[in-house]
């Protein structure tokens, strides 16, 4: 458990300062569509150091998959569980979706289904390049 936590932390401080570069981007877009509005400095600073611990949490819970005890499958549904939570809750304290069940229940879906869907290509991908590699190893 003490090396999950090193990992954890690790993980996370290389990648937070992600969220807040991501965020920009995305209202970058958004003003050139005249869709953004005028913030005040206390919702961007909120909004800057929510969306850096919702990167950290989101690289940091990527350690997981260094338990060795864990099946997989498990794994992925620790981070899955832990991502959804992150980004709800996240999402929801900066007002970027409504608090409505319906929203919520279509972000969930929308999220399961993104979520399933690149880590069964992460997935496939990652036995494809570990079946290339045992054949080259067989065959020497």
Not at 33 to 45: F, K, N, P
Request: hydrophobic share 55%; proline share 2%; glycine share 6%.
């Amino acid at each position: 458990m003490k090396q999950f936590i090193k990992e954890f932390l690790h993980r996370g401080a290389l990648f937070c300062g992600l969220g807040p570069v991501i965020m920009a981007v995305i209202y970058i877009f958004l003003s050139a569509y005249g869709v953004a509005e005028t913030i005040t400095t206390a919702t961007m600073v909120r909004e800057i150091l929510t969306s850096t611990l919702m990167a950290f949490i989101a690289a940091g819970i990527s350690a997981v998959y260094t338990l060795e005890k864990l099946a997989l499958s498990l794994a992925g549904l620790i981070q899955g569980s832990v991502l959804l939570l992150d980004y709800l809750l996240i999402y929801l304290l900066n007002g970027w979706i409504k608090p409505d069940p319906g929203v919520i229940t279509v972000f969930i879906v929308i999220f399961i289904t993104a979520f399933a869907a690149i880590w069964l290509i992460v997935y496939l991908v990652t036995r494809v390049q570990i079946s290339k590699l045992n054949k080259e190893k067989l065959n020497q």
